[in-house]
């Protein structure tokens, strides 16, 4: 079955410390990767996705992320974070489900917190 | 546009009751979605519809049921709450599901059964 991992749960910065957050998944065929955020009392909403082209996406806020098709993996980075960017993080894979159509399959998430 | 938009934003039922958590987007999107999160646990599909009048089961759909009768709307009814059922339940919408389709999310209802 399709899974995708996120290795860190819970990660804490400093202002203007650098982030990378770690995403991995496990389905072999063509994917279309999402990270999605969510910001304390907000719903979720898309920060960027990669489907095809360039694998290095740049996002919103500054975010960036890089596909490795070799290594089946969709990390988030930052150069430098600020303390607006505390909230929740979701990696997201498009992939194939019953009745011939896509679903995202999602990650546990990982809860960032920055501090002043 | 409002988007997504789902009421309640917060309720208590007891074991055994019923409710309906009302989902509604305004965007003419085919496809809507409902999700549950747990803590630790990441997001997982309970149901989904891909346009008006069809409905499909998901990844843990035990216990919900959906209906769609117009394009706007999507709700999830619980039949029979159980504290197995306290989570926080977020609807989404796409255009499609096709490549790189962007899922739109509603704000979420916080459910607490006791």
């Known amino acids: 079955a399709q899974s995708v991992s996120q290795h860190n749960h819970h990660v804490i910065l400093s202002e203007a410390a650098s982030l990378e957050l770690g995403c991995n998944y496990s389905?072999?065929?063509?994917?279309?990767l999402f990270w999605y955020v969510q910001y304390p009392g907000q719903h979720l909403q898309l920060l960027l996705k990669?489907?095809?082209?360039?694998?290095l996406v740049k996002g919103i806020k500054g975010f960036e992320a890089e596909f490795i098709k070799s290594k089946f993996s969709f990390n988030l980075r930052k150069p430098s974070v600020q303390w607006s960017d505390t909230a929740e993080y979701f990696c997201?894979?498009?992939?194939?489900?019953?009745?011939?159509?896509?679903?995202?399959?999602f990650g546990a998430g990982t809860r960032l917190a920055v501090h002043p | 546009n409002a988007g997504v938009t789902q009421t309640p934003k917060f309720r208590i039922l007891k074991i055994g009751q019923s409710m309906t958590l009302q989902c509604a987007q305004d965007?003419?999107?085919?496809?809507m979605y409902w999700y549950r999160q747990d803590p630790g646990m990441g997001l997982k599909l309970i149901y989904y519809?891909?346009?008006?009048?069809?409905?499909d089961k998901g990844e843990v759909p035990n216990g919900y049921n959906v209906s769609r009768s117009t394009t706007e709307d999507f709700p999830l009814r619980l039949e029979l709450a159980a504290p197995s059922q306290t989570s926080v339940y977020f609807c989404?919408?796409?255009?499609?599901?096709?490549?790189?389709?962007?899922?739109?999310f509603g704000p979420g209802t916080r459910l607490l059964v006791l």
């Open positions: 989404a919408s796409s255009y499609s599901e096709r490549e790189g389709e962007t899922q739109y």
């Open positions: 519809s891909v346009g008006a009048g069809i409905t």
């Open positions: 389905y072999g065929g063509t994917v279309n």
């Open positions: 990669y489907f095809s082209g360039d694998p």
């Open positions: 965007m003419n999107h085919n496809y």
């Open positions: 997201a894979v498009n992939a194939p489900f019953s009745g011939g159509y896509n679903k995202l399959i």
